[in-house]
């Protein structure tokens, strides 16, 4: 059966330091890999889109890679910040389809 | 412009009644999204209505479930006799077509007892 696997681990960071989360998945063939963000209390708010033919994105200070040999994608917060707080959700989609399939979220805690 | 919103924003109801969410999404978005949120879960895509097509129901997890749209505007999901296990956040989310940008409301937060 498809599985999404993130971090499973909280991750806690000093303010300036560089975050990585992973997101693994198995048994699918995503045609888009999408990033939310998700704050307590509130619906996911979209980041990121990375394509299956796509290796890297970016959009300021986050950046996106996709490799669909290893069946994974990697999400960097560069310079991160308090604000950057938050629970990170990777989210699979195919390409004859309109349903996203979500991993469970990686809980970022960005100390000051 | 107001973004997705959904009424009410939490429900505490007894295991056995029947209960109704609704989602007032984006003005335009013909498409509308429903997914559930359990503690320490990923989202799990309930139902999905575009324009007059009709609606993916794929993702309901019992008969118990349903929804409904009026045209491209408010959508209710209802869930009746409801369990212990129906206790999630209920998100809802719209968006300007198949396959676009998905703008989630806040969620209806359920805990049935």
């Known amino acids: 059966s498809q599985k999404i696997e993130q971090n499973s681990e909280a991750l806690n960071i000093q303010e300036g330091k560089t975050a990585t989360l992973t997101c693994n998945y198995t048994?699918?063939?995503?045609?888009?890999l999408q990033w939310y963000r998700q704050d307590p209390g509130r619906g996911p708010v979209f980041l990121l889109l990375?394509?299956?033919?796509?290796k890297e994105k970016r959009k300021e200070r986050l950046k996106v890679t996709f490799d669909t040999t290893l069946k994974q994608s990697l999400f960097h917060i560069t310079a991160s910040q308090p604000a950057d707080s938050a629970t990170y959700l990777c989210?699979?989609?195919?390409?004859?389809?309109?349903?996203?399939?979500f991993g469970a979220g990686t809980t970022v805690t960005v100390r000051a | 412009g107001a973004g997705v919103s959904q009424s009410p924003s939490n429900k505490v109801t007894e295991k056995g009644k029947d209960v109704e969410l609704r989602c007032d999404p984006i003005?335009?978005?013909?498409?509308l999204y429903w997914y559930r949120q359990r503690l320490g879960q990923g989202l799990e895509f309930l139902i999905y209505?575009?324009?007059?097509?009709?609606?993916?129901k794929s993702g309901l997890p019992s008969d118990r479930f349903s929804a409904e749209r009026t045209g491209e505007s408010v959508s209710t999901l209802t869930i009746q006799r409801t369990q212990q296990e129906d206790s999630a956040v209920y998100l809802c989310?719209?968006?300007?077509?198949?396959?676009?940008?998905?703008?989630f409301g806040p969620g209806t937060r359920l805990l049935v007892l």
């Open positions: 989310a719209s968006s300007l077509g198949r396959g676009e940008t998905q703008y």
């Open positions: 048994n699918y063939s995503p045609a888009y």
């Open positions: 209505f575009q324009g007059n097509s009709a609606p993916d």
């Open positions: 003005s335009g978005h013909t498409a």
């Open positions: 989210a699979l989609e195919r390409s004859n389809d309109y349903k996203l399939s």
């Open positions: 990375i394509r299956e033919n796509e």
